[in-house]
Every structure is written in C-alpha cells, then in structure tokens.
C-alpha cells in the first residue's frame, strides 16, 4: 500500500459523510468500455462518431442506425460490479457513503448493493414509450432488432441522457445538495472533461478532496489528496 493509498484508509476510516462522484473509469475495470474513445473498430463499422449517433438529433433523424450502435455499444448486460462498485456499498451500509453520484449509465452501482445513485445520464436498464411514457425493461430492447415499438405504436427511447438533452433538474439538485454537506469528496474513474456534470465538483466545501484517476485531470491541482491509478485497484486495498 502507497502512503497515499495508506492516507486515504485512514480518512475514510474516519469519516461518516463521504459521497463519491464517479466516471467512466469505475465502468472500464468491469470491462465496460468508454463509448467515447474511438478506435478501429468504431471506424469499421460506423460512419459517424460515437458523439453524434449519440445525440438528440441523431435519435430522431437515424433512429435505427442509432440502435444498431446502441445495441452493440452502450448495453454490457453481463457487466458485474468491480472492487469500486462493491466498496461504496459497504461504505453505504455501514453509514459511511451517502451517495454515489455517477455519470455511468450501467446500473452496476445498483447491481453492487448502493441504493443512493445519483444517475446524472440516466440508465440502459430504464426505457420508455416516446408517445404514451409506458415503461420498458432493457431485454426488450437488447433482444429485438431494428426500433422498438410500443403496443401503442410510438417509438421507444432509453432513459440516457443524449447529447443535446439538458440533464434532469432533480438529480442535479439532489446531486449539489450531498456533495455541498459532505466532509470528504471521492472523485474516482473521471476526466472531468463532460460538462456540466463536471461542475458539480465545484460545490463541495470541504478540505478532503481526493482524485482517483489514472491520469491527471483539471482538478488535480485543487485536490488534498491525488492518486494516479486505477480505482478498483485502489478500493480494493481500503
């Protein structure tokens, strides 16, 4: 164990209001890949990038292009938890982690046991009908082909929040209001490069600001306390 990792123990030994604030990264150990990296394979198969077949436009323009991508991209149904997931959730119950605000969209927080996630992009497991808001689990859409439809006709949308889409208000406001009260903020697996669930950082008020990533981000400079490596590799030592 570093002395960072050691002075990281010793401060969430110490804390009952700790709220973690996690990217990409606590999904890429799950074997969860970043949709936002685009590599050779993207290129192959796909004429746009991820960002704009991932966008509001696209959605309503390039609906079926855009699930033959989300179908093959963003749904890791086999996905299980990780050593991060699976530690915020002792932290939970054992009344030390009061929230898990996450721009994942995977649901392995929920899968890991943490029952307080904040999902600022919204989640693969949740989808709905566009024209009568009837609810629908995720196997309908991973299991068909072409777009799905609802028995009523209309078209149905995952519950994620695409590029053009503002963020739900709720989620933002509960999401300031635990990172504005906790005494330790855990930043783990993020660039803080999406905006503006990055800015929400910029509400804690504490002095125990730790930065878990695997490389350098803006904000290391404000952190009390910085780690470069990967996060399960590090909760798997708390």
Same mark, same amino acid.
């Given at each position: 164990? !570093?002395?960072?990792?050691?002075?990281?123990?010793?401060?969430?030994?110490?804390?009952?209001?700790?709220?973690?604030?996690?990217?990409?990264?606590?999904?890429?150990?799950?074997? =969860?890949?970043?949709?936002?990296s685009?590599?050779?394979?993207?290129?192959?198969?796909?004429?746009?990038?991820?960002?704009? =077949?991932?966008?509001?436009?696209?959605?309503?323009?390039?609906?079926?292009?855009?699930?033959?991508?989300?179908?093959?991209?963003?749904?890791?149904?086999?996905?299980?938890?990780?050593?991060?997931h699976?530690?915020?959730?002792?932290?939970?119950?054992?009344?030390?982690?009061?929230?898990?605000? !996450?721009?994942n969209?995977?649901?392995?927080?929920?899968?890991?046991?943490?029952?307080?996630?904040?999902?600022?992009h919204?989640?693969?497991?949740?989808?709905?009908?566009?024209?009568?808001?009837?609810?629908y689990?995720?196997?309908?859409?991973?299991?068909?082909?072409?777009?799905?439809?609802?028995?009523?006709?209309? !078209?149905?949308?995952?519950?994620?929040?695409?590029?053009?889409?503002?963020?739900?208000?709720?989620?933002?406001?509960?999401?300031?209001?635990? =990172?504005?009260?906790?005494?330790?903020?855990?930043?783990?697996?993020?660039?803080?490069?999406?905006?503006?669930?990055?800015?929400?950082?910029?509400?804690?008020?504490?002095?125990?600001l730790?930065?878990?990533?695997k490389?350098? !981000?803006?904000?290391?400079?404000?952190?009390?306390?910085?780690?470069?490596?990967?996060?399960?590799?590090?909760?798997?030592?708390?």
């Amino acid at each position: 164990m !570093t002395s960072e990792i050691a002075k990281l123990k010793e401060w969430v030994d110490g804390c009952d209001n700790i709220v973690f604030f996690g990217g990409a990264g606590v999904s890429t150990e799950s074997g =969860i890949p970043d949709f936002r990296s685009v590599d050779g394979l993207y290129n192959q198969q796909y004429k746009y990038p991820p960002e704009t =077949i991932l966008s509001h436009t696209f959605f309503l323009s390039e609906t079926a292009e855009f699930y033959r991508f989300y179908r093959a991209k963003m749904l890791a149904l086999d996905a299980q938890p990780n050593a991060a997931h699976l530690k915020l959730a002792e932290w939970e119950r054992e009344g030390k982690c009061r929230a898990v605000v !996450t721009q994942n969209i995977d649901g392995l927080h929920q899968k890991a046991g943490s029952k307080e996630v904040l999902e600022l992009h919204g989640s693969v497991l949740r989808n709905y009908c566009m024209r009568c808001r009837r609810p629908y689990p995720v196997e309908k859409i991973a299991s068909g082909t072409g777009i799905p439809k609802c028995d009523c006709g209309g !078209t149905i949308k995952p519950d994620v929040v695409l590029y053009e889409e503002g963020l739900d208000s709720y989620t933002i406001n509960k999401s300031v209001e635990y =990172i504005s009260r906790a005494d330790m903020l855990i930043i783990g697996g993020t660039s803080l490069a999406v905006y503006p669930a990055a800015g929400l950082i910029d509400y804690y008020r504490g002095n125990k600001l730790v930065l878990v990533n695997k490389s350098p !981000t803006p904000a290391d400079r404000r952190a009390d306390l910085v780690i470069h490596a990967p996060i399960g590799e590090v909760f798997s030592q708390l």
